[in-house]
């Protein structure tokens, strides 16, 4: 924690497959780290078996289709070693992490959004002989998770020189301008609320991708949204979802065209929704 500059974050990985029967269980002193990595870096994230944020629960690049950044307490860990409730704690790798029905069976809650740890290649570490993952691989990896209230860590590991090698450069690149591109034709339209948002568009036009956000300061509150895609008054498409949170991509199978968006938070906790983005691109 020292002699590196600022650090960003702990990733406390926590993998312990021992039992204290089998003599290979580890005992974690998570108090003792939080307090010391703090103390050395005070703006540093405790993940994973932290309380900061936590592991997704899977390697594939995958978020839950609602993905919830309040769960209970005890997900965490370090938390979960104290926890001394009825109901089992529930597991980073569970599919409901923050559904109603779950948080009724507790008391504590967390704001615990979910990191998506996954490689450049077919597995960890680096490999003279391994080859990045596709270009179209990396891309899908990365709307589903950054446009599915995830957080994305893509591994990138160095050579035997400490040097990240000439064809995972090449292939990042790619995978910035085809990212770029998704977001660069962003369709401006005229945007009004009532009992949902409404984005006017000067003129027809052809929508591939839809972007949501909350405003996350008021937490996270969405839990079904519809967007409906209209030439004039008739409505040529529908699309229904889940959550929103940080960041939703809604990435059409193929263009829609029209001249009018509609947006309706159709469930949401609390008296309203804070939504902070709407966007429409080509």
């Keep these: 924690m020292t002699n590196y500059g600022e650090i960003f974050c702990l990733w406390l990985d926590g993998a312990d ?6 003599g290979k269980y580890q005992e974690y002193d998570y108090d ?15 993940a994973n078996g932290g309380p900061d944020v936590r592991w997704v ?23 979960a070693k104290k926890y001394r409730g009825n109901t089992p704690a529930p597991t980073q790798m569970d599919a409901d992490l923050g559904s109603r029905e ?34 179209n691989n990396l891309y899908s990896a990365y709307m589903r ?11 990138i590991p160095p050579d035997k020189k400490g040097r990240i090698v000439s064809r995972d450069v090449r292939r ?24 949902g948002y409404l984005i006017t568009l000067p003129h ?12 996350v300061d008021y937490s996270q509150r969405v839990e079904s949204f519809s967007l409906c895609f209209l030439v004039g008054e008739k409505t040529v498409e529908k699309h229904v979802g889940t959550v929103i949170g940080f960041s939703t991509f809604v990435r059409l199978k193929k263009p829609i065209r029209c001249d009018k968006v509609l ?15 709407f966007e429409l691109y080509e």
């Excluded at 629960?57 to 938390?79: F, K, L, M």
């Excluded at 998770?145 to 591994?155: A, D, I, M, P």
């Design 17 to 22: 497959d021992g039992t204290k029967e089998d």
């Design 32 to 46: 003792r780290i939080f307090e010391l990595a703090r103390k050395l870096q005070p703006n540093i994230l405790l």
């Design 57 to 79: 629960g899977n390697e594939d690049a995958r978020t839950r289709r609602s993905e919830w950044s309040v769960v209970p307490a005890c997900v965490c860990p370090a938390i």
């Design 102 to 135: 779950l948080l009724d069976k507790y008391e504590e809650y967390l704001w615990y959004p979910a990191e998506v740890d996954y490689s450049i290649h077919k597995g960890w570490f680096y490999h003279p002989w391994q080859m990045p993952r596709s270009l």
């Design 145 to 155: 998770t950054v446009g599915g209230n995830g957080l994305f860590l893509l591994n």
């Design 172 to 195: 990042l690149l790619s995978l910035k301008k085809k990212i770029d591109k998704t977001f660069s034709g962003k369709i401006e339209g005229k945007v009004t609320s009532g009992e």
């Design 204 to 215: 027809i036009s052809s929508v591939r991708t839809v972007v949501l956000k909350e405003d």
């Design 263 to 277: 947006l309706n938070i159709n469930e949401c906790r609390g008296e309203k929704a804070y939504i902070s983005t």
